[in-house]
């Protein structure tokens, strides 16, 4: 039997295959798999190359044919849409459908995510909502994100820079399905590049992406010293599934009022 372990760059998912490979790896096939975006900070394939050694596997990649330059930017600039209450079309081209891609031609019977213990939550409403074959390795062992981390570090592996820059996950640097003020400012000091791109794009397309003081805002209306709540709570990590369903029929313009 095969299990896919679906690896986004971040500490948790690393860990999880790491856990899954020690645990299944004798009885099963395991495979790991990655969806390369093209807006992720460049350390990650760094990251990626120094998992795959600890691993002692080879890392695959998963892309949609739709897309082969794997671009978040592409996706909002075809569809005319960056982010709704349901999701984002980035996750859903190009990470969802080159998931469903991969899944025709290679069938697996399981799949691990990097669900952590105090994501019970998550991993239950993915359970419910997405699909019931998902292995809670991490959940199974008790392991919290802080663990994660502590794991790499005793086995030698510098963690992405992103997270060091302070951001809450290793997803694409401005992250269009955040909302806070704090995200995006933090995002304006440390990558002032990443957020004139995506305040000209998303007022030329349309998208008010930020939320301040209950209104919707372009990012170049927001105020420099804007704060939302900490970075520390958010979670809009850019997984492989999202627990939540994207609308792939009805256009939804819903965060743009």
């Known amino acids: 039997m095969m299990i896919a372990v679906w690896f986004s760059s971040g500490a948790a998912s690393a860990v999880a295959a790491k ?8 009885t099963h096939i395991v495979r790991v798999i990655n969806n390369p975006i093209a807006e992720e900070d460049s350390d990650n394939l760094r990251f990626l190359k120094d998992v795959e050694k600890w691993l002692g596997v080879t890392i695959e990649f998963a892309t949609n044919r739709k897309f082969p330059e794997n671009s978040a930017v ?7 849409f960056m982010a709704g209450p349901h999701g984002a079309p ?7 459908e080159a998931r469903r ?22 991993h239950d409403r993915f359970i419910k909502t997405e699909m019931a074959n998902l292995l809670p390795v991490l959940i199974d062992a008790k392991i919290t994100k802080a663990m994660c981390f502590e794991i790499l570090k005793k086995a030698g592996i510098e963690i992405p820079r992103i997270y060091k820059a302070g951001y809450p996950n290793a997803n694409c ?6 909302t806070s003020p704090t995200y995006w400012n933090h995002v304006r000091k440390m990558n002032p590049e990443v957020f004139d791109a995506r305040a000209e794009q998303s007022r030329r397309i349309g998208a008010r ?18 704060k939302g709540r900490s970075m520390k709570g958010m979670n ?22």
């Open 90 to 96: 980035c996750t859903r081209e190009l990470k969802k």
């Open 74 to 80: 592409a996706v909002w600039d075809k569809e005319r």
């Open 173 to 178: 640097i401005g992250c269009v399905k955040a």
């Open 19 to 26: 856990k899954t490979i020690e645990r299944y790896g004798k």
């Open 101 to 122: 891609q991969w899944e025709a031609v290679n069938n697996p019977d399981w799949h691990v995510l990097g669900f952590t213990v105090d994501e019970k939550s998550r």
């Open 209 to 226: 992406l930020v939320r301040y003081k209950n209104k919707r805002l372009f990012l170049d209306e927001l105020p420099v010293d804007a």
């Open 236 to 257: 809009f990590e850019c997984g492989i599934f999202c627990e939540e369903k994207f609308n792939l029929t009805r256009p939804n313009r819903g965060i743009e009022t």
